[in-house]
């Protein structure tokens, strides 16, 4: 079944690339937000419940911004707050982010299990770069924030990374932007690489289904296909936005 969450306010509420950290909205009405993006995530069983703890989040966001080296990133403050929270109720045991650039996105998701704003015991958490320059930057940020090492980051295609992964994925973060022949289109690819390894319930977060929505045509139909996932919802609260899928 797939299902629309959309804010009247989603093409006005616009990220700042180069300033990651820079407030775009009050506290309050960013938490009520995302609290309604969570609701319609309930709606659609693809999450038990909405509730996370906010001063781990706010944790998680203080030290990121203290510790990470970020050039710019289209993540905002929303879909931040948003992916630590489907995390910290998923509390998924294996996560595997593709394409994490300088580790932002990555972090976003993994902060839920690793760091300051830590609320459940992950085994791994891995955030996987082609470019290793970008990987080695990653790979440096987390290891400012996480000494434990549960987060890291690999510098391989995802396609083969994925492909490769002798354990199960209980959720898979895509962000990759693939090649000049297949953009974003990769995430259909990557996604078919880990399929055999996602058990039921496993969910597929895939951020740019409002940006980047034509180039991610054949993803979308794939994973909005009551066939071959449970739920779908596209949730459009920035101008990003982020596909969230349950097998
Ligand atoms: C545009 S960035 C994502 C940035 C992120 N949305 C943010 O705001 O921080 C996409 C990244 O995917 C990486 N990438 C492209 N193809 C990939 C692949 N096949 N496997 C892993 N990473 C890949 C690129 O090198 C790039 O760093």
């Known amino acids: 079944m797939s299902h629309t969450f959309q804010t009247e306010d989603w093409d006005q509420y616009t990220m700042d690339y180069p300033q990651p950290h820079r407030e775009l909205e009050p506290l309050a009405r960013e938490i009520a937000v995302v609290d309604d993006a969570l609701a319609a995530l309930v709606d659609a069983g693809i999450l038990p419940h909405g509730n996370y703890d906010h001063e781990k989040m706010l944790a998680h966001r ?55 704003g830590a609320c459940y015991r992950a ?9 290793p320059e970008e990987a080695a930057r990653a790979e440096r940020n987390v290891r400012r924030i996480d000494p434990t090492g549960v987060a890291r980051v690999v510098a391989a295609d995802a396609v083969d990374y994925v492909a490769a992964f002798d354990a199960p ?79």
């Open 169 to 247: 994925i209980h959720l898979l973060y895509l962000d990759a932007d693939g090649d000049a022949a297949r953009g974003k289109g990769i995430y259909y690819d990557i996604l078919r690489a880990a399929w055999n390894r996602m058990p039921d319930g496993a969910i597929v977060l895939a951020h740019n289904s409002v940006n980047c929505a034509e180039r991610l045509a054949h993803y979308l139909d794939f994973v909005r296909d009551g066939e071959n996932f449970r739920a779908s919802v596209n949730i459009i609260f920035d101008g990003e936005g982020l596909e969230v899928s349950a097998k």
């Open 62 to 116: 203080r030290a990121v911004a203290e510790l990470f080296e970020i050039p710019w990133t289209a993540i905002s403050p929303r879909m931040q707050r948003l992916l630590y929270a489907i995390n910290a109720v998923a509390q998924p045991v294996n996560m595997l982010a593709a394409g994490v650039f300088c580790g932002n996105t990555f972090f976003s998701n993994a902060g839920a299990a690793a760091g300051p």
């Open 123 to 131: 085994e791994n958490l891995i955030g996987i770069e082609i470019k």
